[in-house]
T-cell receptor, first 112, second 110 residues
Framework: DAGITQSPRHKVTETGTPVTLRCHQTENHRYMYWYRQDPGHGLRLIHYSYGVKDTDKGEVSDGYSVSRSKTEDFLLTLESATSSQTSVYFC???????????FGPGTRLLVL | GQNIDQPTEMTATEGAIVQINCTYQTSGFNGLFWYQQHAGEAPTFLSYNVLDGLEEKGRFSSFLSRSKGYSYLLLKELQMKDSASYLCAFHAGNNRKLIWGLGTSLAVNP
């Protein structure tokens, strides 16, 4: 599905450190998304991108920033990780003109 | 405002039929999605309904009523591998964002 990979797949870090998660897609999809998924909250949108260097905030963007310098890569940065950011992070991509989102395998992040 | 609701948990028996309901409220609506998510894995796309009616895709069918703000996912001939969470989401507006339900956890028992 959309050839989406995420790295790293698992990460343990300490409170206060910066963390960058990478999403890479090979299908030239225009739209890309970062979600977090937590029990009881479902999928929540952090940031999304509608093209190179075009990004916008989602519903839970505080403490996160993103960058998209190439169509295929969408980076999510936790500027100073906190324990509340322990979660599973999913990247998704959707093609131009299409609404269907295809998901990467996810990154499990633990902030100690 | 926008909201979406689906049951938290359901249980069914192998070989049976189960219907998972989803209701939504929104001022703008383009279509409704169903995704399947196995434990520890990413969501995978099942169906997308734009028009009213039933769409069948193998053992899975999805129904939409735009006037009632209602959709359901119908799973026939249940198999153990169908044990998963089923997420409904709707697309409203032109910003390509989806509004997600919390998911229905389906347990299929022998």
């Amino acid at each position: 599905d959309a050839g989406i990979t995420q790295s790293p797949r698992h990460k343990v870090t300490e409170t206060g450190t910066p963390v960058t998660l990478r999403c890479h897609q090979t299908e030239n999809h225009r739209y890309m998304y970062w979600y977090r998924q937590d029990p009881g909250h479902g999928l929540r949108l952090i940031h999304y991108s509608y093209g190179v260097k075009d990004t916008d905030k989602g519903e839970v963007s505080d403490g996160y920033s993103v960058s998209r310098s190439k169509t295929e890569d969408f980076l999510l940065t936790l500027e100073s990780a906190t324990s509340s950011q322990t979660s599973v992070y999913f990247c998704a991509a959707a093609e131009r003109g299409g609404e269907t989102q295809y998901f990467g395998p996810g990154t499990r992040l633990l902030v100690l | 405002g926008q909201n979406i609701d689906q049951p938290t948990e359901m249980t069914a028996t192998e070989g049976a039929i189960v219907q998972i309901n989803c209701t939504y409220q929104t001022s703008g609506f383009n279509g409704l999605f169903w995704y399947q998510q196995h434990a520890g894995e990413a969501p995978t796309f099942l169906s997308y309904n734009v028009l009213d009616g039933l769409e069948e895709k193998g053992r899975f069918s999805s129904f939409l009523s735009r006037s009632k703000g209602y959709s359901y996912l119908l799973l026939k001939e249940l198999q153990m591998k169908d044990s998963a969470s089923y997420l409904c989401a709707f697309h409203a507006g032109n910003n390509r964002k989806l509004i997600w339900g919390l998911g229905t956890s389906l347990a299929v028992n022998p």
